[in-house]
C-alpha cells in the first residue's frame, strides 16, 4: 500500500544539537513537502523537493536545511537546534496529475529542543 | 499570495446536530480547494477537493462542501455528526496549475471540532 512514514515518531533534542527527520514515500511522487504544524498557524512549508537531488525553500526555512536523496527519501536536517523549533513535523508527497493537486501526509514526528 | 481564513478556531457540537466548519480564501483567480482531517495523534487524511465544475463536492463520511466565488468561502457541511468526527478540520488552498507543475498548499489554521454526547 501507497504511504508516507516518517522517523522518528517522537525525538527530544538539546539546543545546539544537530536533528535529522526522515521521511520515506512508496506512492512515487516526484514532488516532497516538510511543513511544521504550531497551533494557531495550521501547517506552514518549510522545504519542498521536485525529485532527487533538488531542495527549495519553503515559506519559513530559517534553521532548517533539506536533503533529497532519492525519489523516495526526503530528509530535514536541523544543524542548530532551538527550542523554537519544538513543534509538530509533516512530511508529504504529491504529484499534479491531469488536474489532481493531491498531498499524502505522514504522521508526523514530535520534536521538542530543550 | 494565496491565504486561507478559518474563522473558527474550535466548534462543539452535540452528536447527531448538523456542522458547517467555515473557510474563506484569498487567491486571484480560480484555486484548487481542499478540507482535510487530522484526527488525534494522526497525520492529515484528505476529506473532499474541489475543482472547477460543479461547487457543491462530495466527500468521504458523509462530509460535503460548497464552493462559492462570490463569497470566496469554501464551507464544510455535514448532516449529522458522529463522535468518531472529533478532530482537527483544516482548510486548504493551491494554485491552478498545469499539470508537472509545483503545487504548493497554503493552509488555515484549522478548527478543532469536538462532538458532546
Known amino acids: 500500500e501507497a504511504a508516507v512514514t516518517q522517523s522518528p515518531r517522537n525525538k527530544v533534542a538539546v539546543t545546539g544539537g544537530k536533528v535529522t527527520l526522515s521521511c520515506n514515500q512508496t506512492n512515487n511522487h516526484n514532488n516532497m513537502y516538510w511543513y511544521r504544524q504550531d497551533t494557531g498557524h495550521g501547517l506552514r512549508l518549510i522545504h519542498y523537493?521536485?525529485?532527487?537531488?533538488?531542495?527549495e525553500k519553503g515559506d519559513i526555512p530559517d534553521g532548517y536545511k533539506a536533503s533529497r536523496p532519492s525519489q523516495e527519501n526526503f530528509s530535514l536536517i536541523l544543524e542548530l537546534a532551538t527550542p523554537s523549533q519544538t513543534s509538530v513535523y509533516f512530511c508529504?508527497?504529491?504529484?499534479?496529475?491531469?488536474?489532481?493537486?493531491?498531498?499524502?501526509f505522514g504522521p508526523g514526528t514530535r520534536l521538542t529542543v530543550l | 499570495a494565496q491565504s486561507v481564513t478559518q474563522p473558527d478556531a474550535r466548534v462543539t457540537v452535540s452528536e447527531g446536530a448538523s456542522l458547517q466548519l467555515r473557510c474563506k480564501y484569498s487567491y486571484f483567480g480560480t484555486p484548487y480547494l481542499f478540507w482535510y482531517v487530522q484526527y488525534p495523534r494522526q497525520g492529515l487524511q484528505l476529506l473532499l477537493k474541489y475543482y472547477p465544475g460543479d461547487p457543491v463536492v462530495q466527500g468521504v463520511n458523509g462530509f460535503e462542501a460548497e464552493f462559492s466565488k462570490s463569497n470566496s468561502s469554501f464551507h464544510l457541511r455535514k448532516a449529522s455528526v458522529h463522535w468518531s468526527d472529533w478532530a482537527v478540520y483544516f482548510c486548504?488552498?493551491?494554485?491552478?496549475?498545469?499539470?508537472?507543475?509545483?503545487?504548493?498548499?497554503?493552509f488555515g489554521a484549522g478548527t478543532r471540532l469536538a462532538v458532546c454526547p
Open positions: 523537493s521536485y525529485g532527487a537531488g533538488s531542495t
Open positions: 486548504a488552498v493551491s494554485p491552478l496549475l498545469l499539470s508537472g507543475s509545483f503545487n504548493k498548499l497554503t
Open positions: 508529504a508527497s504529491g504529484d499534479l496529475t491531469g488536474a489532481y493537486a493531491e498531498q499524502f
